[in-house]
Each structure stands twice: as structure tokens, then as C-alpha cells.
């Protein structure tokens, strides 16, 4: 009897090890995150990513680590959002634009000339309306870590210098793929086809569209300068980027790993912010040194006028578009 009680406990107690050495394996586990982006490596928002890889590694003695694939390697957005949503993607920076598609709320900050300025834009989406935004994420597969600069965004085409609403009468205009930038496009009297980023350059060369509308940096980058050379500061969007990670993948970490995520990302998007305003400036010197016809004096108050239909349409959104308008 004595005997087989001493086995018995012999037997538990080397479970007991076995497991502990199991969990143990667990939580030491390598965690190696897969994010995407459509930008090339050095851009602002691939660098907010880079920098949050280098603080999850620096503070987990290299037990986390974010692999980058940059410029579009996942997909076009919309597909790694899909990706994010499904887990085969760990990390998505993106434009809210499309994001809207798939939560709607999200459509206020992808209204036209919501915000006033990017100070405004950066005080609503870093206080309370922001962290709200990001919470409604979480019933549609993911968890947002947060907001990154992406500026203002502009018209630009192949053929004439815009200088007012009437010149954009008529024209056809690439517009990232959501009904909101549709109706937005359609209020100001021109047509509007939503395509993908990387469709724009041979749309653009081919006819097939007149113009598209971005901010400096990705209309040096993406080269869309080279074949559409006018742009016109109206400055009509301030959508911003958001960090976007996937819900299956966050459910498997544990509750420290998870809260190390965030502090990374948050302390991220400081970084990213300078670089933008950086880049910005770089880009917009380029532009102009390459021969590009930049207005950048433009009334815009018809543009803001134009838009009453447009908010009308997402009428849902005023208890949103108050609260946005009030944050002075
Ligand atoms: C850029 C943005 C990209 C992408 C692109 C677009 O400004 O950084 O994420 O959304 O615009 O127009 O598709």
C-alpha cells in the first residue's frame, strides 16, 4: 500500500514537472509578428513599425520581434486587412479609408474636411473620440493600437491646372476603395473610381482616369507625378493611418505581451509623426524641383460648401461629426 502511495506520488510529481517545464516553453516562446504595409521601407509609416519592433525586441530581450513586409509583398490593403482579420496577418498599417468599409463608425474621420488642421486631427484622435474609434474595432477581428500622421490629402491629374470647382467639372478621379470618397468626388461634380493603390500609375498613363488625390509624400512616392503633374491643394481629406492587429493572434498572447504591444505602439506614434512632418517637407521640395505645377492658394470654402450632401448621407455619424467639430 505505502508503496504504491510513494509511486503514485512519484508519477504526479513528475506530471507536475512536465508541465511546468511546458508552460515554461510557452511564455519563452519566440513570438515573430508578420506586418504589412503597401509603402516602401523607408516611408513614415513602414518606420512607426520598424521602431515598434525594435522596442518589443529591446524589452523582451529579443523574445518578440515584428518581420516587415513592405511595399504591398501581403496584398494590396484591403486584402492584408482581410488577412489581418483572418490571422494570417499579425500587424496592418493602413488608411482608415478602406478600414471604413468594415467598420463604419470609422467613416467620421474619412469625412471630407472634418478636421480643421492636423493639430485638430491629432487632438481627436488622441483623446477620448480616438480611443473610442479604436475600441469599435474589436467586434469586427481586430485590436487598434493606434493612429498615425498621414497629412492632408489633395486632388492631382494629367491634364490642367485646377484652380476651383468648376475645373474639376467632369473629370474622372481615383479614389481609395469606400463609398464615402465616391459620394465626396461625385458632390464636386466629377466621377470617382475606387481601384488600388497600385492600379493609380498605369490608370493614370493609360487615360483610364484623369487624377487620384493624396497627400505629398505618397504622390512623389508612388510616382504619380511623373504622369500627373498638377496638383491642387484643397486639402478636401485628413484620413488617418491606423495600426491594426489581428484579433486571433492577440486572443493567443498573454495579458503582459499584449500590454507590451501596446506601450510599443504607442510610443510609436510619436516617432512616425516626426518623420511625416520630415518627409512632407522633403517630398514637397522634390515635387516642385521635378517640374510639378503645385497650387497650393485655393478657396476652398465652395469644396466645404459642396459637402452638405455628402454629410447628409452619414447622417448616422452626427452624434460623431459634434463631437469631432467641438474639440477646439
Ligand atoms: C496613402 C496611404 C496608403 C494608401 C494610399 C491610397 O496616403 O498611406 O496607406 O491608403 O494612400 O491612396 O491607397
Not at 516602401?40 to 513599425?49: H, K, Q, R, S
Not at 478602406?98 to 469625412?111: A, D, H, Q, R, Y
Not at 490642367?160 to 465616391?182: H, T
Not at 499584449?258 to 515635387?287: D, G, T
Amino acid at each position: 500500500m505505502k508503496r504504491i502511495t510513494l509511486v503514485i506520488f512519484v508519477l504526479f510529481f513528475c506530471m507536475g514537472l512536465v508541465f511546468a517545464t511546458g508552460s515554461k516553453e510557452k511564455e519563452n516562446k519566440p513570438i515573430v509578428l508578420k506586418a504589412a504595409d503597401t509603402h516602401a521601407i523607408d516611408y513614415p509609416t513602414v518606420l512607426g513599425i520598424l521602431k515598434m519592433g525594435d522596442l518589443l525586441k529591446e524589452w523582451t530581450d529579443g523574445r518578440i520581434t515584428i518581420e516587415v513586409y513592405a511595399s504591398k509583398q501581403l496584398g494590396e490593403e484591403k486584402e492584408t486587412i482581410e488577412q489581418a482579420q483572418m490571422g494570417v496577418i499579425d500587424i496592418v498599417r493602413v488608411s482608415v479609408g478602406p478600414v471604413g468599409e468594415i467598420v463604419p463608425e470609422l467613416n467620421v474621420v474619412s469625412l471630407p474636411y472634418i478636421f480643421r488642421s492636423e493639430d485638430h486631427c491629432y487632438k481627436v484622435v488622441d483623446g477620448p473620440i480616438g480611443n473610442e474609434l479604436l475600441a469599435k474595432v474589436e467586434a469586427h477581428g481586430f485590436i487598434g493600437l493606434g493612429w498615425y500622421g498621414s497629412g492632408q490629402r489633395s486632388f492631382y491629374n494629367t491634364k490642367k491646372a485646377i484652380r476651383s470647382m468648376e475645373d474639376l467639372q467632369g473629370m474622372k478621379f481615383r479614389v481609395m476603395q469606400n463609398e464615402v470618397f465616391v459620394n465626396m468626388v461625385s458632390a464636386l461634380g466629377a466621377s470617382a473610381t475606387p481601384m488600388a493603390y497600385g492600379e493609380v500609375y498605369t490608370s493614370l498613363s493609360t487615360g483610364v482616369i484623369d487624377g487620384a488625390e493624396n497627400n505629398f509624400p505618397s504622390y512623389l512616392t508612388s510616382s504619380h507625378y511623373e504622369v500627373a503633374k498638377y496638383y491642387t491643394q484643397d486639402e478636401h481629406l485628413r484620413v488617418p493611418e491606423i495600426i491594426l492587429f489581428s484579433r486571433k493572434t492577440w486572443d493567443r498572447l498573454s495579458p503582459e505581451d499584449q500590454k507590451l504591444i501596446k506601450k510599443a505602439a504607442a510610443e510609436s506614434v510619436p516617432y512616425q509623426r516626426n518623420e511625416w512632418s520630415k518627409m512632407v517637407a522633403e517630398a514637397f521640395k522634390k515635387l516642385e524641383d521635378a517640374g510639378c505645377e503645385i497650387i497650393t492658394e485655393i478657396d476652398k470654402q465652395p469644396f466645404i460648401d459642396a459637402m452638405a450632401p455628402v454629410y447628409a448621407k452619414y447622417s448616422d455619424l452626427k452624434p460623431w461629426i459634434d463631437r469631432i467639430q467641438a474639440v477646439k
